[in-house]
């Protein structure tokens, strides 16, 4: 009877787990079909005719890292070119060349964000992202805003996204650290399933240390989740592939 309910959970548990790997897909492959299309565009406009970009992995996953090709017949400053005017797409990561061999770094700094920050901001001044008590999970009422959250962030693509968890001081601290962790990486994973690249993620959790300002420490206001979206991050330019030998 236990191995019974055993392998029903396990069955349960991989379904889950397969329908969630397809819903990453489906969301990632438009945000890579909108990529490809503003790269394709931007390699147009630099003048680099035959150049592809590939926003797929060699396994079929989407990804903002794009791989070029094609272009054989420019020469090596437009090769250089197109790629430089791949990266400066907003939301791209790293650009490669499928038949080049060294590194080298962009000239521009990558684009800062779009505002995202602020329109994050304003969504969660009015509206909290509220938790079942002593859970992370994600109240059900909150989902439509957690929607919001992640069409606002979009803008910020490329750069790197801090979720911070806090907690009000009830309870005691180790507890409050772990919960308010949970709680940031709840969120994560919300904005992963629609679709919010999981490398541009940071989740954290500072429990009680860190009440809103003007609140008692013990007010269950101070159950929140922020946002603060890191400008300079990644620390270096976005990398582009030096046209290697051919």
């Known amino acids: 009877m236990q191995i019974g309910r055993a392998l029903t959970l396990t069955a349960g548990a ?57 272009g054989r017949k420019l020469n090596e400053t437009a090769r250089a070119n197109a790629a430089q005017a791949v990266a400066t797409v907003p939301g791209v990561g790293g650009v490669h060349w499928a038949d080049a061999t060294g590194f080298g770094t962009t000239a521009a700094p990558p684009p800062k964000p779009l505002h995202c920050q602020h329109d994050v901001e304003a969504l969660l001044r009015a509206r909290t992202i509220r938790f079942e008590e002593a859970s992370a999970r994600i109240d059900p009422a909150d989902r439509e805003l957690v929607n919001e959250v992640a069409d606002a962030l979009r ?7 801090a979720i911070t968890g806090h907690t009000d001081n009830i309870g005691n601290e180790p507890g409050n650290l772990a919960l308010s962790r949970e709680r940031a990486e709840a969120v994560e994973r919300a904005l992963i399933r629609r679709g919010i690249p999981a490398d541009g993620l940071r989740a954290s959790g500072v429990g009680s ?24 991050v990644p620390l270096k330019p976005t990398p582009v592939d030096r046209p290697g030998p051919r």
């Not at 819903?23 to 990632?28: D, E, F, L, P, S």
């Not at 240390?209 to 300079?232: C, H, K, M, Y």
């Open 14 to 70: 991989c379904v889950t787990a397969l329908l969630a790997l397809a819903a990453a897909q489906i969301t990632g492959g438009a945000i890579a079909a909108q990529l490809e299309k503003q790269a394709q565009q931007a390699i147009g406009e630099a003048g680099a005719r035959g150049v592809k970009a590939d926003f797929h992995t060699s396994g079929g996953w989407p990804t903002r890292h794009p791989v070029l090709s094609g």
């Open 155 to 161: 803008p910020c693509l490329g750069s790197v996204i």
């Open 209 to 232: 240390s860190q009440p809103a300002p003007g609140l008692d420490p013990a007010d269950p206001a101070n159950r929140r989740i922020e946002f603060s979206v890191i400008e300079t």
